[in-house]
């Protein structure tokens, strides 16, 4: 009996561990969000676009030239420019790098092509991911 108690006891500390996500699970949960943005998008629904960004007055972005701030303010832009589904049309991103800043940030680095009756339009743009409360929300956003 005294030689299977430490055995228990080393069984349940083992079987017990939490496992933290790997930066292939990370990487994986990123592009995920950015395809259902991309879905979002392309179906015209921009809160559902929305939904990838931190929901905060501290959400950052950046494009012509000038920043601004918040999430509800990010999305009054873009619902003035993209009134349409004739202005959304069909968004694709193409993900150059995702690269780990820590355990709970990522920058991506990529290219967003939209085909659209409005005019077709493409551009750069680098976000930045971090981990708020277990979900990955975009919290900085660069686009030209």
């Known amino acids: 009996m005294k030689t299977i108690l430490p055995i228990i006891a080393l069984f349940l500390i083992f079987s ?3 496992t933290q996500p790997t930066a292939t699970d990370d990487e994986a949960a990123i592009r995920s969000i950015l395809a259902q943005q991309q879905k979002a998008w392309s ?12 929901k905060s ?14 999430w509800q303010t990010t999305l009054a832009n873009y619902k003035r420019n993209y009134p349409t589904a004739k202005e959304t049309g069909t968004l694709n991103f193409e993900i150059a790098n995702i690269t780990k800043i820590n355990a709970d ?4 680095m ?3 092509f939209l085909s659209r009756e409005a005019g077709d339009a493409n551009g750069t743009f680098m976000i930045v991911f971090k981990r708020i409360n277990g979900e990955w929300k975009i919290i900085g956003d660069s686009s030209c």
């Open 16 to 18: 017990c561990k939490t």
């Open 43 to 54: 179906e015209n629904d921009i809160e559902g676009f929305m939904s990838g960004y931190w």
């Open 57 to 70: 007055e501290e959400l950052t972005y950046y494009s012509g030239g000038k920043i601004t701030k918040g």
């Open 105 to 108: 940030a990522y920058w991506v």
């Open 110 to 112: 990529g290219s967003y």
